[in-house]
């Protein structure tokens, strides 16, 4: 829905550049279209914002191509494309973190949850939100993963939850949920919201994703092999020249973190040996 939302913002300015400049779209050339490019650079757009417009113009001209309204793409990206610059994972700092937790409690428990899951786990937001009761599972170790059914490009995953009060906290919440209930009953509107009133109450550059960020960072600060990190963290790649590498399952099992006095039954047990072993 929001990259919808951005293409339609971007192409109702596209459409006021050919307003203001007396242009057909129909007509477009490729010349015209570098003049476009560079007026939204210099509107001091981010590079890869500036991309994304780029990248939704030229999917509204291959739909015209396709409509058979044109017969060429004037939206050449190899030539319209500007330079991104890397940029660093925004993870939280341990003085960050400590504000954070300091925050939570005031704030709806079952949110709360929902975030230190998110720190627990380094799951995103979507993946969050779509896990259910039957989805956390404790292992023979004593730990807690959780099944990641459709994690980006529609990956299967398992992920420990590496934080022994959490799995207590969720745990509890599958004790009065049915196996297909979702286990945290919190929305992505919600944990939108909630983040917007962290940011205005703490004064922290907070939203969702910087959970993600934030335990990538610590398990590598803790010496994690780059490709278990990415096989709990669920990356395709692990960068753009090499492709997702699969680990050993039972390297990132032992990352779970045993919840103590939480009981499961013997048939998870067996699941998890017939399903991941």
């Known amino acids: 829905m929001q990259t919808i939302k951005s293409y339609s913002y971007y192409l109702s300015k596209f459409i006021i550049f050919i307003e203001t400049n007396s242009l057909d779209f129909i007509t477009l050339s490729p010349a015209q279209a570098r003049l476009y490019r560079n007026q939204i650079v210099e509107d001091n757009l981010k590079p890869r914002t500036i991309n994304k417009a ?3 113009l030229k999917c509204f001209y291959d739909y015209l191509i396709e409509e058979g309204i044109i017969t060429g793409n004037p939206i050449i990206t190899r030539r319209l494309r500007v330079k991104e610059g890397k940029t660093l994972p925004q993870f939280m700092t341990a003085k960050e973190l400590a504000i954070f937790k300091a925050w939570l409690p005031t704030i709806p428990q079952l949110v709360s949850t929902g975030f230190l899951t998110m720190l627990a786990t380094g799951m995103r937001l979507g993946e969050v939100t779509a896990v259910t009761c039957r989805d956390l599972m404790q292992i023979p170790n004593g730990g807690y993963v959780i099944r990641v059914r459709h994690g980006k490009g529609d990956i299967e995953r398992y992920v420990p939850v590496m934080d022994a ?12 949920r049915l196996p297909e209930d979702l286990l945290i009953k919190v929305t992505t509107g919600q ?8 940011k205005k109450e703490t004064g922290l550059a907070f939203y969702p994703h910087r959970c993600r960020h934030t335990v990538g960072t610590q398990l590598l600060q803790k010496g994690i092999a780059l490709e278990k990190v990415q096989d709990v963290l669920g990356h395709q790649r692990i960068s753009s020249t090499r492709h997702y590498a699969k680990t050993a399952q039972e390297a990132i099992l032992e990352l ?4 103590d006095r939480v009981k499961e039954t013997r048939a998870v047990y067996n699941y998890l040996l017939e399903k991941i072993f």
């Not at 009060?165 to 009065?176: E, G, I, P, T």
């Not at 779970?256 to 919840?259: I, N, V």
Request: hydrophobic letters at 45%; glycine letters at 4%.
């Open 54 to 56: 780029i990248s939704g």
């Open 256 to 259: 779970a973190a045993k919840a």
């Open 165 to 176: 009060d959490v799995a207590r906290s969720l745990v509890l919440l599958k004790q009065y």
């Open 191 to 198: 944990y939108n919201y909630w983040s917007a009133k962290c």
